[in-house]
């Protein structure tokens, strides 16, 4: 069984910065894409970022020149580094990862979330 976990979360201050991260355990082949998505109160969870095996990146508008992903292959484990942290950030964030299981089958699991609150 794959788990994922989350960690880095907390109350920051505008202009103020956050890194995530996302560690997956368990027994796998490999990772290919991780991403990041969030969730603010009253909307629908929303793609940040993600990364492919290769570390190819792709962000939303709203977090680019801001948000930067990246990825430890050796620890399994993805990173959101937040700079320039606005109220409009405020959200639940959690960790996607499309795994291939020991039998190759294609897996994506998501983390449990971690709650980024941006105020003053």
């Known amino acids: 069984q794959v788990q994922l976990v989350e960690s880095g979360g907390g109350l920051v201050q505008p202009g103020g910065s956050l890194r995530l991260s996302c560690a997956a355990s368990?027994?796998?082949?490999?990772?290919?894409?991780m991403a990041w998505y969030r969730q603010a109160g009253g909307k629908e969870r929303e793609l940040v970022a993600s990364i492919t095996s290769g570390g190819n990146t792709n962000y939303a508008d709203s977090a680019k020149g801001r948000f930067t992903i990246s990825r430890d292959n050796a620890k399994n484990t993805a990173y959101l580094q937040m700079d320039n942290l606005i109220p409009e950030d405020t959200a639940v964030y959690y960790c996607?990862?499309?795994?291939?299981?020991?039998?190759?089958?294609?897996?994506?699991?998501w983390g449990q979330g971690t709650l980024v609150t941006v105020s003053s």
């Open positions: 368990g027994m796998f082949f490999s990772i290919d894409d």
């Open positions: 996607n990862f499309a795994i291939r299981t020991i039998s190759r089958a294609y897996l994506r699991v």
